[in-house]
């Protein structure tokens, strides 16, 4: 059985993506905060038909996340996919100088994918064998209005896991980076802005473990939003500005 981690699985994607790779017969490590919520998404797991362990780790503490992830690989084996999954995102505009906010969320999306890598890479190197993948976001594919320290957050992960990829194809560690559009999760369901082809945690949990199973380097959905994300990096700024501002809903 294959051995799967995913951090920021207590709820949402992480949680959702827990639960798909249990149908497929996996061995899934699950870590997050909340180990009351973590152990009813083991519940799942193993009712799917997976194996389920769980730890409960902050990921912006190394040494927390580092003892989490040992003792998963003591109770699984070691990990063949690392899913960096946990995340926040809160409003940034510039206006508000959102120093304190903008931390925050550098703080868990970077530092939190960094030390979930950092914990298994080495191992996995060893091996040559394994596959990292983590949650980024279409956000990261241009700097969108309001939410600048989201935006920068997403596309610091994208350009990590490029670069990674890039470094590991000849280390036998494959690399995916997962751009997900709009889904319904805690993290969305605060959002006071329409969601454009917004997508039920299911469907996206699926469409996240077909992709990784197929060991794809990018995984970008849904399709009508990396159309759209897309066509927008090759805007010239000015004309990407112009747009933009006027159909923010952040003016």
């Known amino acids: 059985m294959p051995v799967t981690f995913i ?16 149908c497929r017969g996996h061995k899934v490590g699950i870590i997050a905060r909340r180990p009351e919520l973590l152990a009813e998404v083991a519940k799942q797991v ?9 730890a409960a780790a902050d990921v912006t503490r190394r040494s927390d996340l580092a ?21 926040i995102g809160e409003p940034t505009p510039a206006q508000k100088a959102p120093i304190e906010a903008i931390e925050r969320i550098l703080d868990l999306n970077v530092r939190g994918v960094l030390y979930a890598i950092g914990a298994v890479l080495p191992g996995m190197v060893a091996r040559k064998s394994g596959h990292i993948a983590a949650v980024s976001s279409v956000a990261g594919f241009r700097g969108l209005p309001g939410t600048g ?28 980076s997962i751009n997900p559009g709009f889904i319904e999760t805690p993290l969305t369901s605060v959002n006071k ?7 039920k945690t299911d469907r996206a949990a699926r469409i996240i473990a077909d992709g990784l199973e197929r060991r794809r380097a990018e995984i970008t959905f849904p ?6 994300m897309n066509f927008a990096r090759l805007l010239p700024n000015w004309l990407y500005d112009l ?7 952040m003016k």
């Open 7 to 22: 951090t920021g699985a207590s709820t949402g994607i992480g949680a959702a993506l827990a639960v798909e790779f249990g």
């Open 46 to 54: 193993e009712a799917a038909g997976g194996k389920a362990a769980y």
């Open 67 to 87: 003892e989490a992830i040992a003792s998963l690989e003591a109770q699984l084996g070691p990990c063949d996919l690392l899913v960096a999954n946990a995340g």
């Open 149 to 176: 320290g989201y935006s920068a957050s997403k596309a610091y992960v994208t350009t990590l896991l490029e670069s990674f990829r890039v470094d590991l194809k000849r280390k036998g560690v494959a690399v995916t």
């Open 193 to 199: 802005f329409p969601m454009p082809f917004l997508m």
């Open 223 to 228: 399709l009508p939003m990396k159309l759209l």
């Open 243 to 249: 747009i933009i501002h006027r159909a923010s809903p």
